[in-house]
């Protein structure tokens, strides 16, 4: 009986602390130490404590959980952002599903939706090409009289010098449309890619096999080059115009820090070549850019389809990405 006897007396105590005041709330908490207390006040140091406030009969009627420490209010809050970041992710993605079941029914729709987009891209490609020959027919016209001049000792005239950078900078700025126009084409290829697998799975339709190339987003042109610095910029340039002049069938008409053109193809073998260096809209970088034209047809198009063409574009990536670098 004796070893029961201090739990009796503190149980003793607890009720003659109740029995004081009928309206009397006792608290219960725990201080630093560990220690227990019953009090019908609260220390102001316990207020962000861990504590419990009791009825005159002795139950707990009401609960405090101890503050929260700074880092865990931290925690909680990044972990709120990402449920709510997940669910949003979700409902997006739920949207986005709908639309695309709605939009396509089956994965030749998709293709041909595709195809559809990419060759009106490359008709104004080829409308942009037709102004680029005729800008260069008129930048070597401007550049006979410049040079008809200088054989004669007689001075350049201005209009005649600022016309001549006018249709440098014309064909600069087509190239540049291209350039966009190809990087369009990269982007909607890989952006069907993406949608192609993810109508396969809504549809339960087996993954495309390898022989579905036609499916994929595509290769990135071997006659483009990104550099992300100026001074990277300048070294690859060296180099592409290198392999400009190494390559071309005919002279270089024009060269700059920007352009370099080589002479209209005179035979049917011949590739005329144009060498852009295009300033990204944002940052310091570029992207090289290789054309190639022949000899145009009857029906005036002068897109290259001969060997030689294709394997000069073909290698010009290799040739100005030394070791180590990355397009």
Not at 6 to 30: D, G, K, N, Q
Not at 117 to 134: E, F, H, K, P, V
Not at 135 to 145: H, N, P, Y
Not at 225 to 247: F, G, P
Request: with cysteine; aromatic share 4%.
């Amino acid at each position: 009986m004796s070893k029961h006897r201090p739990l009796r007396v503190h149980c003793l105590i607890v009720l003659a602390l109740f029995a004081t005041t009928s309206e009397a709330r006792l608290y219960r908490w725990v201080d630093e130490a560990g220690t227990v207390h019953y009090t019908d006040t609260l220390p102001p140091a316990q207020a962000d404590r861990g504590h419990a406030k009791m009825s005159e009969k002795g139950m707990v009627v009401e609960t405090t959980e101890p503050a929260k420490a700074p880092e865990e209010l931290q925690k909680e809050e990044e972990d709120k952002r990402a449920r709510l970041a997940a669910e949003r992710a979700k409902k997006e993605q739920e949207a986005a599903d709908q639309m695309l079941l709605r939009t396509f029914g089956s994965v030749d729709d998709m293709i041909m939706t595709r195809d559809g987009r990419l060759a009106s891209i490359d008709a104004m490609i080829r409308l942009t090409r037709g102004n680029i020959r005729r800008q260069q027919d008129l930048l070597r016209k401007l550049r006979a009289d410049a040079a008809d001049l200088e054989r004669a000792g007689k001075p350049i005239p201005a209009h005649l010098s600022n016309s001549i950078a006018s249709s440098e900078k014309s064909i600069h700025e087509a190239y540049a449309t291209i350039v966009e126009r190809e990087q369009q084409k990269q982007e909607i290829r890989a952006s069907v890619a993406s949608d192609l697998r993810r109508f396969r799975r809504l549809k339960n339709i087996a993954e495309a096999t390898p022989i579905d190339q036609d499916e994929g987003p595509g290769a990135a042109p071997k006659n483009l080059v990104h550099c992300a610095s100026a001074e990277t910029c300048d070294r690859l340039w060296t180099r592409a115009s290198a392999y400009v002049r190494q390559q071309a069938t005919t002279a270089v008409q024009a060269s700059g820090p920007k352009i370099m053109i080589t002479a209209p193809p005179a035979g049917d073998e011949d590739v005329n070549l144009t060498l852009s260096r295009i300033p990204d809209k944002n940052g310091p970088g570029a992207t090289l850019f290789l054309d190639a034209q022949c000899k145009p047809a009857l029906s005036g198009d002068s897109t290259c389809t001969i060997p030689a063409a294709q394997r000069i574009l073909d290698g010009f990536s290799e040739a100005v990405l030394g070791p180590g670098e990355a397009n």
